[in-house]
């Protein structure tokens, strides 16, 4: 089936220190990949997205790309800031179905001054 | 604009009780998902309305679970006889028409704030 496996949590870092949560997917087909933040007290909204291999999504600092021989789609960020707390969500989706996200389990970020 | 919203924020209630969770999505988005999500564990797909399509109901968990929206706008989702294992987060989500097979692509799917159940 199709399943999403991020890195478990939490990850508590430095401000400025470089950042990466893994994500690796098993998917039937070609799907379209996101990560998804929600901050405390907040909704979950759209970090960024790739729709097909070696497309690199960015967003606010942050970076994935698309790696199909990998299949993976790892969340960078060269230099976090304490505002970056919050819980990172990978997810996929397929184009030609519902749309309908598959999600990992979630990676919560904690950054300290 | 107004984004999505949900009501009740929060809920509880005891085993064996029905409850309705409510979904207000962007006006013009065709497209609502309902997600669950328990905690320590990632949102899982309940289930997909788009316009007056059949919707995709293969994320419910039972068939204690049901859910209704008419047209485009407001989506009700009904837990009947709620059990312990019911306590989640249930988050709504919409979207643009789904593109479809023709377009390599995918529209933002935007999330309202969540219910908390919590079932005692």
Redesign the interface.
């Known amino acids: 089936g199709n399943s999403?496996t991020q890195m478990e949590g939490p990850v508590t870092l430095s401000e400025e220190a470089f950042l990466t949560i893994n994500c690796t997917y098993t998917a039937t087909g070609y799907p379209?990949l996101f990560w998804?933040v929600q901050y405390p007290g907040?909704?979950?909204?759209?970090l960024l997205?790739a729709?097909?291999a070696d497309d690199k999504g960015s967003n606010k600092g942050f970076e994935a790309t698309y790696r199909k021989e990998t299949t993976s789609f790892h969340l960078e960020k060269g230099s976090v800031q304490v505002s970056d707390s919050a819980v990172y969500?990978c997810?996929l989706?397929f184009?030609?179905n519902?749309?309908?996200?598959?999600?990992?389990?979630?990676t919560t970020l904690q950054v300290k001054p | 604009g107004a984004?999505?919203s949900q009501s009740p924020s929060n809920k509880v209630t005891e085993k064996g009780k029905d409850v309705e969770l409510r979904c207000d999505p962007i006006s013009g988005h065709t497209?609502l998902?309902w997600?669950r999500q328990r905690l320590?564990?990632?949102?899982?797909?309940l289930i997909?309305f788009?316009g007056n399509s059949a919707p995709?109901k293969s994320?419910l968990p039972s068939d204690r679970f049901s859910a209704e929206r008419t047209g485009e706008s407001v989506s009700t989702l009904t837990i009947q006889r709620t059990q312990q294992e019911d306590s989640a987060v249930y988050?709504c989500?919409s979207?643009l028409e789904?593109?479809?097979?023709a377009?390599?692509?995918?529209?933002?799917?935007?999330?309202?704030?969540?219910t908390r159940l919590t079932v005692t």
Request: no cysteine; aromatic share 18%.
């Open positions: 999403v379209s998804y907040e909704g979950l909204q759209l997205k729709t097909k969500f997810a989706s184009s030609g519902t749309g309908k996200l598959i999600f990992g389990q979630g | 984004g999505v497209a998902y997600y320590g564990q990632g949102l899982e797909f997909y788009q995709d994320g988050l989500a979207s789904w593109p479809g097979l377009l390599r692509s995918s529209y933002e799917q935007y999330f309202g704030p969540g």
